[in-house]
């Protein structure tokens, strides 16, 4: 089993920068696809950004890129989501999550494991 526990969330003003962590116990996630996901009140979760086992390969939705960047260190079993520029329509509860058996994920569906959450907030 994998659990995954994100942290770095908080209140931030338009334009700010957070930087989120997800740290992993029970496995090493050095194999896995990691991606981050986001859910604002009253929408669906969607997709923000994905990176491959290796750390190589990132995707984005147009939505943040070039605002987002998604890291990891798998030496700590960590993964990064670094946020700037951020706007108010970044509000959400951010969601880490890991693709077991898959090096690269972008569907939901494809990740079998999941973070609790943590809420970003950003006032205008």
């Known amino acids: 089993q994998v659990q995954l526990v994100e942290s770095g969330g908080g209140l931030v003003q338009a334009g700010g920068s957070l930087r989120l962590s997800c740290a992993a116990s029970g496995r090493t996630l050095s194999l896995y696809g990691m991606g981050w996901f986001r859910q604002a009140p009253q929408k669906e979760r969607e997709f923000v950004a994905a990176i491959d086992s290796s750390g190589d390969i990132t995707f984005y939705p147009d939505s943040v890129k070039g605002r987002f960047t998604i890291s990891r260190d798998n030496a700590k079993n960590t993964v990064f989501l670094q946020m700037n520029n951020l706007k108010p329509e970044d509000t959400a509860v951010y969601y880490c999550?890991?693709?077991?058996?898959?090096?690269?994920?972008?569907?939901?569906?494809?990740?079998?494991?999941w973070g609790q959450g943590t809420q970003v907030t950003v006032s205008s």
């Open positions: 999550a890991a693709a077991l058996g898959v090096t690269f994920a972008i569907a939901q569906n494809e990740y079998s494991h």
